[in-house]
Structure formats: structure tokens, C-alpha cells
């Protein structure tokens, strides 16, 4: 292959920080080219020790930098549609950390644009589905050994909720990847949304609703649920097991070494997603990098994006609401027939 891909990341904080590690040190066939931040002391902190990078406090001009041919978003959410639109405007190929856009009338004008394009230049940050584990359920699911999936059970637990974290971003911001990733297992759209609270722990935050449980129905009938709390004190435990007319399968159980002492098993417990997902994070940006350097999207795309930003918002009514609520999702357009699923 060719040369290179020059990456220009935008946004260096826990996220970006730890792509530009991986992009100049795990990944192969790219560099890190250009890195944007308005904190420009953070962007010189995740590129020290980097040949050739440049550093810019705006996005545009990382967009232009000399050597930049993909972009990795990393920004905060609300910055996501304007850096879409604008590697868009160069034809540039992204990787977009979720959420695509957190509003999902902004995703729907990514979208549009895309359209407008002929052509998909996204993929979406949803990193779960390169995780070896969830991988092989979607191998499982996709054969007939269970036969048909009926229920998936999900939990989603973080240590603690960094500051700002709101009751909405318990869905929207974890939650999403549940949506992304049932979607994705089971090939069906998510369809209506109902959000029951238990008694909030004394360890959130004053006024936080946490934890949350939330159901979700589908277009085929099954029904998902995620038990999301994100102060739960003790580990970043992600889990989902699916339940299917001839059997079951798990997921999420054994992270790390066991060890074994008289009459006692200890294993450790995961503290964040930056651990727990080491492996899908490599393997997502791999597969990007590898996917550009062909020429070709592969992977969640802007659509997965969209439907993502529009089940979290109805799931945030619902959760208001206290009432089911359904999904109203726009028509798919043509050039998304197909793609990933
Ligand atoms: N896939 C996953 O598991 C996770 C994904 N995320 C996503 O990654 C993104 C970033 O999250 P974090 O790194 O946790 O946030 P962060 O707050 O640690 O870092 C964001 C950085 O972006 C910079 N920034 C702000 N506006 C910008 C702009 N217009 N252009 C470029 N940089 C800008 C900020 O100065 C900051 O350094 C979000 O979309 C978040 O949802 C976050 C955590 C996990
Ligand atoms: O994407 C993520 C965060 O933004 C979100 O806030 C966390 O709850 C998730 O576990 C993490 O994967």
C-alpha cells in the first residue's frame, strides 16, 4: 500500500489524547498529521515526542494543514456537525467519536450532506462492535444455532459520572452505545423507549436520576434492556447476554487474569472504558485507517449516527415523561441500503 494516511485530530482530551497515542504508536499505515484544540497546551501535550505534527487552536485549520487526508473527531459532541460538514466540504474521510451529532435534526443534516455528496465518508465512533467479544455474539446471532433472539439483557456501569454529567446523559451519552450495538446485534431498528427509576444511589450527584432502567422494543418483536448507572463506586462493568428461542449467550463477565489463593478467587475489575475497551479501540481505528487507505467506509455509519441521536432523544422523553415513548425515525435514504448491518 501506498502512503501513509495523515490524520488531523480534533480535539486532544481523553479521547483524542489516547487516538493520537494509538495512531502514532498502535495503529498501522497512519500518522498523526495535524491535531486541533482550542486548549493548545493540551493538543502540544498529546503530540510531544511526534515528528511532523502541527498544532492549531482551530479546527479548519488542522482541516487544511500540509498531509492531511482523514480526520478523527474527538471534540466535545456539540462541536461534531460543523468539523462533519467541514471535512465534508474537502472530501475528506472521518472517524467520528460518538455521538455523531447529540441532536438528531444535526445528525439528519449530516446526513443530508453525505447524500448531497453521493457518497459515505463516516464512520461512526461506535467502537463496541469491534470488540472481540461482542463481535463473536453478533457471529452467534447471526447464525442458527439459538435461533431467534427474543431478549438482550444489558448493563452499563461506570465508577463514577465526570462533572456536568445530567440525567439525559445517562441515555444519551451511555446508553447510545446499547442502542448502537442492539441495533447492530439484531439487525432491527429500536422502535418505542420506556425509562423506569429505581431510588437514585446516594453516591450521584444531588439530583442526578441514577441509576436508570430502560426498555427498549423493537421492530422484530424482542425487547431490550439496560440497566444504566454510572456512579455505581465499584467498576466499569459492561454486559449483555442474549436470549434466543434455543439457547443464550453472555458477554462481559472475565476481563482479567483470575488468581487463585486458599479458598479465595480474585479478578480485577476494570475502572474505565479506556481499559475495558483497549482492544475495540485498536481494532476500530485499525479497521478505519485500513478501510481509507482503500478507499472505502466500512463500519457504522452516518445513518448508525442518525438512529443512534434519534432513539437516545425519544429515550430522554421517555425518561421525562415517565411514559412509553416511540421512535419516529426519518426514511432511509438509498445510498445507507445495506451498509454494515
Ligand atoms: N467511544 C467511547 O467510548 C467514548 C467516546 N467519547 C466521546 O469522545 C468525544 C470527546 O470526549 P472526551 O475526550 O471525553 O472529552 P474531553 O472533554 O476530555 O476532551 C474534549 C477536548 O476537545 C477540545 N475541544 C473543544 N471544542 C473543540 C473544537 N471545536 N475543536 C477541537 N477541539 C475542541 C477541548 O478543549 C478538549 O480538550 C465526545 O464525543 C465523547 O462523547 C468519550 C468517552 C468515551
Ligand atoms: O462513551 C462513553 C462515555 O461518553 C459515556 O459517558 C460512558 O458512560 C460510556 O461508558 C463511555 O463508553
Redesign the pocket.
Known amino acids: 500500500m501506498g502512503d501513509l494516511l495523515g490524520v488531523a485530530v ?9 487516538h493520537i497515542r494509538r495512531l502514532d504508536r498502535v495503529v498501522n499505515g497512519a500518522r498523526v498529521a495535524a491535531v ?4 493548545t497546551e ?2 502540544k501535550e498529546a503530540t510531544a515526542g511526534i515528528d511532523g505534527v502541527s498544532v492549531h487552536a ?2 479548519e485549520a ?1 482541516l487544511a494543514a500540509p498531509g492531511v487526508n482523514a480526520v478523527l ?5 456539540p ?2 456537525e ?2 462533519l460538514l467541514a471535512a465534508f466540504a474537502r472530501g475528506l474521510p472521518v472517524l ?4 455523531l451529532v447529540p441532536d438528531s435534526a444535526g445528525a439528519l443534516r449530516v446526513v443530508e450532506a453525505e447524500v448531497r455528496l453521493g457518497r459515505r465518508l463516516t464512520q461512526t ?3 463496541r462492535r469491534y470488540d472481540t467479544e461482542y463481535a463473536r455474539l453478533k457471529s452467534l446471532l447471526d447464525g442458527d444455532r439459538l435461533g431467534r433472539p427474543l431478549m438482550l439483557h444489558c448493563t452499563h456501569r461506570n465508577v463514577s459520572s ?1 462533572p456536568g454529567f445530567t440525567s439525559a446523559m445517562l441515555i444519551n ?1 451511555s446508553v447510545s ?1 446499547e442502542i448502537d450495538a442492539a441495533r447492530w446485534l439484531l439487525g432491527q431498528e429500536l422502535t418505542a423507549v420506556t425509562v423506569l427509576r429505581p431510588g437514585s444511589s446516594a453516591h450521584a450527584p444531588a439530583g442526578l436520576v441514577d441509576p436508570q432502567f430502560v426498555v427498549f422494543e423493537t421492530s422484530g418483536g424482542a425487547l431490550v434492556d439496560v440497566e444504566v448507572f454510572v456512579n455505581c463506586g465499584f467498576g466499569y462493568q459492561v454486559r449483555c447476554e442474549a436470549v434466543c428461542e434455543r439457547g443464550g449467550a453472555r458477554i462481559g463477565e472475565e476481563h482479567s487474569m483470575v488468581v487463585t489463593t486458599a479458598g479465595d478467587a480474585r479478578s480485577e475489575v476494570p475502572q474505565d ?2 481499559v475495558r ?1 483497549a482492544n475495540a ?1 485498536d481494532r476500530e481505528v485499525q479497521a478505519w485507517v485500513d478501510a481509507t487507505r482503500r478507499g472505502r467506509v466500512t463500519g457504522p455509519g452516518a445513518w448508525d449516527g442518525y438512529a443512534a441521536s434519534v432513539v437516545a432523544e425519544a429515550g430522554v422523553r421517555a425518561l421525562e415523561s415517565g411514559a412509553r415513548t416511540s421512535v419516529e425515525q426519518a426514511p432511509r435514504p438509498e445510498l445507507y441500503d445495506g451498509a454494515h448491518r
Open positions: 480534533l480535539g486532544a482530551g481523553h479521547m483524542g489524547a489516547d486541533a484544540d482550542p486548549d493540551r493538543a482551530e479546527a488542522a473527531i474527538a471534540s466535545p459532541g462541536a461534531h460543523e468539523a467520528c467519536e460518538k455521538p465512533g461506535f467502537m465526570p451519552s452505545h472504558y479506556l475497551f479501540y
